[in-house]
């Protein structure tokens, strides 16, 4: 089955500064590949995605990049602000193939003000 | 992730007490899961549903039991057989295996 690893497990950055979280996939099947924001004691919330057939998919401060021959892909936020300390969570599907998700473990971001 | 709703918002159960926890949605998707998750943890997949009147288990079944009489309900029963359930349970659907909607979650106590 698939297995989805993500770092770092913690990650500080000065205000203004970029913050970047890799994951790795392991099933070359997967080809739908979502970031999801939780801050503390509320639900996941989707930020970003980005599917196989786009190497690079950008939204405002928010990028995500995919190499799909390395099986990688990565989260990218630029002029990091203390409103976006909370974990990430990267995760890989199947998609419409019918796959569950598979999240990785997240990454705890603190920007420092 | 308004049309996911999770009831109740907190539950305190007694050993050897079955609850059961609310889980309806209004987005019309066929896809629903349920995942725990423990502090400062991940999410581990419990159960889920593709269609109605079908499940599958997902890492972490043992001790849990679910029901998919409607697609707009997945209840999930943390039975006593589970010892160990104090945690965050959050609710999800999806919509063709893709992007996940997640209702605002349960957290329960065991007493």
């Known amino acids: 089955g698939e297995n989805v690893e993500q770092h770092p497990s913690t990650l500080s950055v000065q205000e203004g500064d970029s913050a970047v979280i890799k994951c790795t996939y392991s099933d070359s099947a997967s080809n739908y590949f979502p970031w999801y924001k939780q801050e503390l004691g509320k639900r996941p919330q989707l930020i970003i995605d980005i599917r196989s057939n786009v190497g690079e998919k950008k939204d405002q401060r928010i990028a995500v990049t995919l190499n799909k021959t390395a099986k990688h892909f990565s989260l990218h936020i630029t002029e990091t602000q203390p409103e976006d300390s909370a974990v990430y969570f990267c995760a890989a599907s199947r998609g419409i193939s019918g796959q569950n998700f598979v999240f990785g473990p997240g990454t705890r971001l603190s920007v420092l003000p | 992730d308004g049309g996911i709703t999770q009831s109740p918002k907190y539950l305190f159960r007694k050993e050897g007490q079955n609850v059961t926890l609310s889980c309806e949605q209004n987005l019309n998707h066929d896809a629903m899961y349920w995942y725990r998750q423990d502090p400062g943890q991940g999410l581990r997949l419990i159960y889920y549903s593709q269609i109605v009147n079908d499940f599958q288990k997902g890492d972490i079944a043992e001790g849990y039991s679910v029901s998919r009489e409607k697609k707009e309900s997945f209840p999930l029963t943390v039975t006593s057989a589970q010892k160990n359930p104090t945690a965050f349970y959050l609710c999800?659907?999806?919509?063709?295996?893709?992007?996940?909607?997640f209702g605002p979650g349960t957290r329960l106590t065991v007493l």
């Open positions: 999800a659907s999806s919509i063709r295996g893709e992007v996940q909607f």
